[in-house]
């Protein structure tokens, strides 16, 4: 079975603070993926990477960044947390063009 | 990616099959139809996709209609673990793309 695993389930950040949530997959998967979720928008594509050092920008990067270094592990940074990127954060891997595998979500609130 | 219209919510007693219905009647000839389900605080979790024959694992099984502009996911035996959101997703295969989740159909199963 894939297995995507996150680094944390529940965060608490104050305003401001450098942020790090880490993603890791275990098969060999070329795509990741990071997602936030809010009620009523539905899941918002912030960044993926298609290859080790590779990234694009998705629907709202405004506020993020990423890191590939290696394979199996995509971060997502936030460099000066704000209240309004409280979230469900997913993170998924895939292999090229098929079906995306997720993990169990961070809950990130910023306080 | 075209655009899926779902009902917002069905319910279905244990033990019964649960039909779920996915219009989808401006995909293109070179588009899948993926269905996804998010259980409440988890992760959303691949169920099935097809292009245009009827699919079956060991989940569920996705009946396509042969004009492809509709679709249904079936669960055979409904359970209370099967109670979730369940996503119709339509979208090209072979690249790196995005999932776009619209709101999905939220099933209730009840004992």
């Known amino acids: 079975d894939v297995k995507v695993t996150q680094s944390s389930r529940y965060l608490v950040k104050r305003t401001g603070e450098k942020v790090f949530l880490e993603c890791v997959q275990d098969m060999d998967h070329e795509n990741m993926f990071w997602y936030r979720q809010d009620p009523g928008l539905g899941l918002r594509l912030i960044y993926f990477s298609y290859d080790v050092k590779m990234k694009e920008k998705g629907d709202i990067p405004e506020g993020y960044s990423v890191s590939r270094e290696k394979k199996e592990r995509f971060s997502l940074i936030l460099e000066s947390a704000s209240t309004n990127q409280t979230s469900m954060y997913l993170c998924a891997s895939s292999l090229a063009g098929y079906e995306q595998y997720f993990g169990p979500g961070t809950r990130l609130t910023v306080t | 990616d075209a655009k899926t219209t779902q009902p917002t919510s069905m319910d279905c007693a244990e033990g019964r099959a649960a039909n779920l219905p996915c219009n989808h009647s401006?995909?293109?000839?070179?588009?899948?139809v993926y269905w996804y389900r998010q259980i409440h605080s988890q992760g959303p979790q691949y169920i099935i996709h097809?292009?245009?024959n009827n699919e079956t694992n060991e989940m569920a099984s996705l009946i396509i209609t042969e004009d492809r502009k509709s679709s249904t996911l079936i669960l055979p035996h409904a359970t209370l673990r099967d109670t979730a959101v369940y996503y119709c997703i339509v979208r090209a295969t072979g690249t790196a793309s995005k999932l776009t989740f619209g709101t999905g159909t939220r099933l209730q199963v009840t004992l």
């Open positions: 097809g292009l245009k």
């Open positions: 401006t995909i293109s000839g070179n588009e899948y």
